[in-house]
Nanobody, 118 residues
Framework: QVQLVESGGGLVQAGGSLRLSCAAS????????VGWYRQAPGKERELVAS???????NYADSVKDRFTISRDNAKNMVFLQMNSLKPEDTGIYFC????????????WGRGTQVTVSS
């Protein structure tokens, strides 16, 4: 079964930065579109950034110009550089291949907690 492990979260003050990492086993990211999602307390999980196999990127309006998604195919990892963090960026961040189907939904990892204090 595919395993996804997110890391790099933490507590940071507003305006600060964090870099999240996503490592995968039993799947090659290089052939897939990969997304970073976040789930804020009491809210549904939402897609914040994605990167295709061709390295095209897409961002939610709320994070555009602040977050940057990238990938390292040699390491089979995807990253999310988060700058100018805001309290509303607080949540658990997950990565997964896209699209989310009944199969890929079985691969959700534990995520990594990001807390931004004001």
């Amino acid at each position: 079964q595919v395993q996804l492990v997110e890391s790099g979260g933490g507590l940071v003050q507003a305006g600060g930065s964090l870099r999240l990492s996503c490592a995968a086993s039993r799947i090659l990211f290089r052939f897939n579109t990969v997304g970073w999602y976040r789930q804020a307390p009491g809210k549904e999980r939402e897609l914040v950034a994605s990167i295709t196999s061709g390295r095209s990127t897409n961002y939610a309006d709320s994070v555009k110009d602040r977050f940057t998604i990238s990938r390292d195919n040699a390491k089979n990892m995807v990253f999310l550089q988060m700058n100018s963090l805001k309290p509303e960026d607080t949540g658990i961040y997950f990565c997964n291949v896209m699209p989310i189907t009944t199969i890929t939904a079985q691969s959700w990892g534990r995520g990594t907690q990001v807390t931004v204090s004001s």
